[in-house]
């Protein structure tokens, strides 16, 4: 019997189909599980194999004309590979925290001491969304006010040279601040305006 049938019958739930398909892929497994770049973990690379072996079976389609044992073996050395990408990118984020607390131990401090501090989550989820309502308010002011508070206040420009620019007084830079200021505050206020009533 080819391993074809054998893979169908297993696929019935023939257990003794499935022990002698087994038998047919344990060189298989055994050699892709213990290559050189996996021999410190091959106990789990043979068990990802024989993982491998099974979903092969429950997924081989005849009609694709693909041949049962090119099938599997792909699949067993796709299953390895994947493995060994999984390990090594644990082993490097071992070995960079090595190298912290390696470096750690030489400056006398603490590793816990270097990492990021806890974020205030929620303050900076509002301040994202206030950003983005208030970039919409400025993108609502005309023009000259738009420039003007983004030039003198998000860029912290001098009234002076924003005059210059713009070929404008100082004292027009400031009234069209002072006219954008206000417009923005009103409509910051009609933002709340339902939450005080």
Known sequence: MDITELA????QGDEKAFSL????????VKRYAWQS??????????????LAVVRAV???DAKL??????YVESQVKFAVWNLFKR????WQRETVLEKLAAADEEEKGHLLERLPGPANVSAEVEDSLFAGVLAGWLAGLPERQRQVIAATLL??????????ELGITAQAVHNLRRRGLARLKRAYEGMYGSERG
């Open 87 to 90: 390990e090594r990118r644990r």
């Open 65 to 70: 004309g693909v041949p049962l044992a090119g």
């Open 8 to 11: 169908e019958q297993t696929r």
């Open 58 to 60: 429950r997924n081989f």
């Open 37 to 50: 770049h996996v021999r410190s973990i091959a106990e789990e690379a043979e068990a990802e194999g024989w």
């Open 21 to 28: 398909l087994c038998r047919q892929f344990t060189g298989l």
């Open 155 to 164: 860029e912290g420009r001098q009234l002076t040279a924003v005059a210059r």
